[in-house]
């Protein structure tokens, strides 16, 4: 740049003039702005230079500039404006507000992205946070620990309970623990207070030191003392119960005379002690009344054993670890009674027994966890891609106002000034997305409980507070400085000159449309890369819940109405079994049913019993074998109502009774398991059921495997006898229901429950359910997951294909001039289309590719969720790649035509 | 000649006018003031870069603007003017003046300034 300074007092000394130092000094730094500024519009050096003189020359041809100035005193205070770092913020924020009003498109787009992004990662964190991480809502909840035991390392039948026999060796003598409890749960029961209609509640059996553990007090009465459980073991009620205050409120609104009081639980008298706070929730909102219950000792008055298993928490001591509660219950358990064969029911084997104590909190939410994690993984991911979007726009948009910042800084912004100004344009984009997304938040809250399953757990603890509300401030506020900062760093580069004289439809072959481009298309690859995990991992959890969903399961789920009823404690096995089998056979008279049966188990629902017995081996008569088995007893037409596939033998008839010969079908595993090559017509041997001496069942059929829980547990050897062979009345204590129609089969529900009232009219009907949506309701876990991650990457593929569509759209904007002299020189439009072309291949395929890479490696960690499918299943990754691919090809569509399109006559004029 | 003559004066006084308002909300630097000049009236006021300093050390001498050299680290030195408190007031009364002479114009002929 030329000495401006000489030159002026040159130009004024050939005029014989002499200004003062200060003007010539004033003029030459206007002389250098000039300049500067001529080069911008794209004058050369030399026309530049030409300008300025010329310039120079008007300014000595007006004496008036040349008048001598008195002598003026320098500054040393900077101008106000740079005075403090905060001053102007004012002026930022008005500024970036105005340039939001003049573009309500890209502020709209960017406001709800950012919304999207932060609502939904706001929704996970605060439901990973309530279920995982906030502490149970007792005091010193950290202190609370699960107990669960294993024999042999095999879980019990009820998975996370204990046994009767370590619990109470460990009862009775502790020092790692402050107090052990136990519950027990059981069907729900009808409730009747004084003159009110009977209601049907959801009991809990506790023991008394339940309340101990929790550190729970009393709204009104008292807790349960030792002396209130019922020592005999016996599940049915019978002496003492406390209420819930919502209970409370509904049957005796809420008066504290309601202590002392007696209620009628299935016909028996309880008598009210106590009603808890209304905070007060155990094990879960259904409960709505406890009574005390202890568990049996091992070794019964009568000379029987006893084992049960329950679940059970325990209060640790201060300064007592987890691990040394697991030593200490261990070796409290190794001193109890050894239950015999039924541990070997009950367990699948009777090894000495292992304790493990687990932080409840940990325990409880053990089966959500792995998806919880992978969901948050999942959010975090969602919104990195959609602040990558913002940044992307927001890139593109600092392309377009190069000439503004430029002249930004022209007049004196320094690079922390424009820094601050592009942060603060997007801290108003991270606020107003933030506070979008916080409404989006609470929305979702609201609709969470419908949401979620109903067995999820800790949905109470979800909530939003302020731990939330920070985190989605700081989500916000981080997601908004990162995208600021993507301009700013490209403003940081800005050189002034370049920026001001460049051509506006120039072609681009340096500078910094072409960084901006480049940034922006590796945010774009990224974009695909993060939209092909997501949904790599949402193809997999939906294929996986479409295999849960299909899985063959042993009977047919379709059009197959289901029920269960409680059958009170003092009616003989007589009387029980005619109830059934009248109301089955009025039902199989019903229009639109195909078949009618009873038993008392029913896949989902109740496993019927657990049995443990020794017999001989049929293959191998000189050897014992240990058989252990789930025993259920049904009617004649269970398996056909089922649709329980009959393998081989007969199905029961209605002349296998108690006068016939006994009888018993088993399942495949049950015989491929114990009874060798010919499983029909083996004897099997008295298997504890009533029926005293009579040794001896014969199996007639065999029956294919059914999923009694999960599918993906493996199915268990059953065993099946005919209901009216079994004999005792506490064999069958709950029946079921299930009734194949031919159509629809909820409609029938009225009528089941009509006719079980009009022979019983005391017994209650309960979970009446199709028996489709038992399996559903099982499977609500996972479709959940599955709806949540389709719908992240569904969002995040949406992103990245407008996303896509905007960069290719700006590239050929960009490139108009350029594509103008190829169609000048003779290019086909399929040639210009190829130049979009490539471009597509390069920023998605090189997404996809990264993309399938780290899917790959990713979705090992889906295991633990996944059914029936892969983590590297091939459908899905390339389902995905094509779906992408797909993707990307509609979002060049737009461009590419434009491009074909572009007349050179317009571009290069 | 007479229409020139007014468009002259006209011209001057506007230009002082505006340069005072420029200046009421910071203190600017010559060049900035004479490319405000030019942005802000979209052209419409061309102004005479040589006509500008003599009109800002005219404002200086008569105490309406004051200027300073400010030397900032990294930069070159620069004067920047800033509005006294009598140049403040002598823009509330010349953009009183301005507003009649619209009005009045606008009366007359009908015209009206945006």
Redesign the interface.
């Known amino acids: 740049m030329p000495e401006w300074r000489a030159r002026v007092a040159a130009a004024f000394a050939r005029r014989s003039l002499v200004p003062d130092a ?2 010539v ?3 030459a ?2 002389a ?3 300049f500067e ?1 001529a080069r911008a519009e794209g004058a050369t050096d030399r026309d530049a230079t030409d300008r300025v003189e010329r ?1 120079i020359a ?2 000595c ?2 004496p ?2 040349a ?1 001598k ?1 008195p002598r ?11 005075g403090s770092a905060w001053s102007g913020l004012g002026q930022d924020v008005v500024y970036g507000l105005r340039l939001l009003r003049r573009q309500p498109g890209f502020a709209a787009v960017a406001v709800l992205t950012m919304a999207l992004g932060i609502g939904a990662t706001t929704t996970l964190f605060s439901v990973a946070y309530g279920v995982l991480m906030k502490p149970l809502p007792w005091p010193d909840a950290d202190r609370l620990v699960r107990i669960t035991e294993t024999r042999q390392g095999k879980d019990p039948r009820v998975r996370g309970t204990m046994s009767n026999g370590p619990f109470h060796t460990w009862t009775a003598e502790h020092s790692t623990i402050e107090a052990i409890a136990g519950w027990i749960s059981q069907p729900p029961v009808m409730l009747s207070a004084g003159s009110g209609e009977p209601t049907q509640v959801q009991i809990l059996g506790v023991t008394p030191s339940l309340f101990t553990v929790l550190r729970a007090r009393p709204l009104v009465g008292r807790l349960f003392v030792d002396d209130d459980a019922d020592k005999s073991g016996a599940t049915t009620p019978g002496g003492v119960v406390i209420l819930s205050y919502g209970l409370w409120q509904e049957q005796f609104g809420g008066q504290p005379e309601a202590v002392g009081r007696v209620v009628q639980l299935n016909g028996k008298p309880f008598t009210v002690v106590g009603v808890m706070p209304k905070a007060f929730v155990f094990p879960d909102r259904d409960t709505r009344a406890w009574r005390a219950w202890v568990p049996p000792p091992v070794n019964l008055p009568n000379g029987a054993m006893a084992m049960t298993i329950f679940s059970a928490m325990a209060r640790l001591r201060d300064g007592s670890t987890p691990e040394q509660a697991t030593a200490e219950g261990t070796s409290r358990a190794r001193s109890a009674p050894d239950p015999g064969m039924t541990a070997v029911a009950l367990f699948g084997g009777n090894g000495p027994a292992e304790i493990r104590a687990v932080p409840a909190v940990i325990q409880m939410t053990a089966d959500v966890r792995p998806a919880l994690l992978i969901l948050l993984a999942a959010v975090a991911l969602l919104l990195v891609t959609a602040t990558a979007n913002v940044a992307s726009l927001q890139l593109a948009r600092a392309a377009a106002r190069r000439r503004e910042i430029a002249i930004r800084a022209a ?2 912004a320094g690079t922390g000034r424009l820094t601050r100004q592009l942060v603060i344009e997007n801290a108003l984009f991270g606020l107003a997305g933030g506070a979008a997304g916080v409404a989006l938040a609470v929305a979702l809250h609201r609709a969470l409980p419908a949401l979620l399953p109903a067995d999820f757990p800790r949905v109470d603890a979800i909530g939003i507070d302020w731990r939330v509300l920070s985190f989605a401030a700081a989500t916000a506020l981080g997601a908004s400085v990162v995208c600021g900062l993507a301009p700013a760093w490209q403003a940081r580069r800005v050189d002034l000159v370049e920026a001001l004289s460049e051509d506006g439809s120039a072609p681009v072959g340096h500078g910094v449309r072409v960084r901006t481009a480049r940034a922006r298309a590796l945010i774009m690859a990224g974009q695909m890369a993060v939209s092909c995990v997501l949904l790599v991992g949402a193809a997999l959890l939906v294929r996986s819940f479409v295999a849960l969903v299909r899985a063959d399961r042993g009977y047919d789920p379709a059009n197959l109405l289901t029920a269960r009823v409680a059958l009170p404690q003092d009616y003989s096995i007589e009387r029980r079994v005619a109830f059934l089998a009248g109301v089955a056979d009025r039902l199989r008279a019903l229009p639109g049913v195909r078949e009618a049966a009873y038993g008392n188990a029913l896949p989902l629902l109740t496993s019927g019993g657990f049995r443990g017995f020794k017999m001989r081996s049929p293959a191998d008569p000189s050897n014992e074998i240990e058989v252990n088995t789930i025993q259920r007893a049904v009617g004649p037409e269970y398996f056909r109502a089922l649709g329980l596939k009959l393998e081989a033998g007969r199905a029961f008839t209605p002349q296998d009774t108690m006068t016939a010969p006994n009888v018993v079908i088993v399942n495949r595993s049950f015989a491929s398991k114990y009874l060798g090559a010919r499983p029909l017509g083996v004897s099997i041997p008295n298997m504890g059921m009533c029926r005293g001496d009579r040794d001896g069942w014969e199996v007639v059929g065999i029956v294919a495997d059914m999923r009694q829980g999960s599918v993906s547990d493996p199915p268990q050897p059953e065993l099946f006898l005919p209901a009216p062979q079994v004999g005792c009345a506490n064999a069958i204590s709950q029946a079921v229901f299930v009734v194949r129609t031919a159509g629809e089969p909820l409609p029938l529900a009225a009528e089941l429950r009509t006719l079980v009232r009009s022979q019983e009219p005391l017994l209650a009907v309960d979970s009446i359910l199709t028996m489709e949506e038992r399996v559903m309701k099982t499977l609500a876990k996972p479709r959940l997951y599955a709806v949540i991650l389709a719908g992240f990457a569904l969002f995040a593929v949406a992103i990245a294909g407008v996303g896509l569509f905007g960069v290719l759209s700006y590239s050929v904007a960009q490139r108009s001039r350029e594509i103008g002299v190829r169609t000048a020189l003779g290019a086909r439009p399929s040639d210009i289309v190829q130049l979009v072309v490539r471009q597509v291949a390069i920023v998605a395929g090189g997404g996809i590719a990264v993309g399938m890479a780290i899917a790959f490696a990713a979705s090992k960690s889906l295991t633990t969720v996944l059914y029936g499918v892969a983590p590297q299943d091939p459908i899905s990754f390339v389902a995905v790649a094509a779906l992408l691919l797909v993707v990307s090809a509609v979002a060049a569509i737009v461009p590419a035509r434009r491009a074909a399109r572009v007349d050179p006559w317009q571009v290069l004029r | 000649m007479a229409s020139t003559l007014l468009e002259r004066e006209l011209k001057r006084g506007s230009a002082e006018v505006l340069i005072l308002a420029l200046l009421e909300q ?2 600017r ?4 003031i ?2 405000l000049i030019d942005e802000r009236s979209d052209g419409a006021i061309t102004f ?4 500008l ?2 009109t800002l ?2 404002l200086e001498d008569k105490g309406l603007i004051e ?6 680290s990294g930069q ?5 003017y800033r509005l006294t408190a009598a140049g403040r007031k002598v823009l509330a009364s010349q953009r009183n003046i301005w507003d009649q002479f619209f009005a009045a114009l606008n009366r007359v002929a009908r015209i009206r300034h945006a």
């Open positions: 200060d003007v000094d004033e003029l730094q206007h250098a702005a000039a500024a310039l008007t300014w041809g007006d008036a500039v008048l100035r003026r005193r320098p500054a040393v205070t900077p101008p106000s404006d740079a007049i004196g | 910071r203190q630097h010559g060049y900035e004479g490319r005479h870069v040589a006509s300093y003599p050390y005219r200027g300073r050299w400010v030397e900032r070159r030195r620069r004067r920047y």
